[in-house]
């Protein structure tokens, strides 16, 4: 899962990016849960700008207040990649706060610790996680990030089934995303409102955040999980099938 690229994706889109349908169609089968009536995007490289240019615009600390971050809070930042968003987490939640980061790409995993130990983050682990699977311990984090990767998920209703117990009581998903079709990576609002609502999320608030070139969008989790044989996807109109 890659993080932000943005104006050199669309670029690449025609090579890059693109229906995954292998993908979703191998785990249709994973535990009952059915595949996403939608294209999905490919895992494509995120390093779009560097980071002094995205901290000069501002993007982190937009995307942050939105969410509501704040000292000593618990935050999984999924789809981690290079660690722009975790080393920035890290010291938000300081002096007792925790970031658990994670990528689905082991090399990318390992580059990511590196840095931390590196920059010697003590309050951040780092893990690999499954594309259908975040593999979160439960109850434990205040915020959940997804920031410029949902659409690469291929199994979005079991990640996201999977993902909802390791929120706290009063935990909070936090999803950045641009408004375009997801094989442009991005995500249009209905859609993105379908498939958490078909999971047993609501959301809680949305509002544009131009410093990270998307929307951010806050859900929580109500009421029990649904059986995984009674979700149903949504089409590209944010419908349910």
Not at 71 to 84: C, K
Not at 165 to 177: C, E, I, K
Request: aromatic content about 6%.
């Amino acid at each position: 899962m890659r993080r932000a690229a943005l104006g050199l994706m669309l670029a690449l889109a025609p090579l890059a990016a693109g229906c995954d349908s292998k993908r979703a169609k191998a785990a249709a089968g994973d535990a009952g849960f059915p595949p996403p009536a939608r294209p999905v995007a490919r895992i494509v490289s995120e390093r779009w700008s560097t980071e002094a240019a995205r901290d000069r615009l501002g993007e982190a600390r937009a995307v942050m207040d939105r969410a509501g971050i704040r000292r000593n809070m618990t935050v999984a930042d999924i789809g981690a990649g290079e660690g722009y968003y975790t080393v920035r987490l890290a010291g938000r939640v300081e002096p007792k706060g925790r970031v658990l980061a994670e990528d689905v790409e082991s090399a990318t995993r390992d580059r990511l610790a590196e840095r931390v130990a590196r920059e010697r983050l003590d309050n951040v682990s780092v893990r690999l996680g499954l594309a259908d699977d975040p593999r979160l311990p439960a109850a434990s984090f205040d915020r959940i990030l997804m920031i410029h990767m949902y659409h690469e998920i291929a199994q979005p209703f079991a990640f996201l089934w999977r993902m909802r117990p390791a929120l706290r009581p009063d935990g909070l998903v936090v999803v950045v995303d641009p408004d375009r079709a997801p094989d442009r990576h991005g995500m249009p609002p209905a859609l993105l409102d379908c498939e958490f609502r078909a999971v047993g999320y609501e959301r809680v608030s949305r509002a544009l955040v131009p410093q990270a070139q998307g929307y951010l969008t806050l859900y929580r989790a109500v009421g029990p999980r649904p059986a995984p044989e009674a979700i149903r996807p949504c089409d590209a109109a944010g419908r349910v099938l």
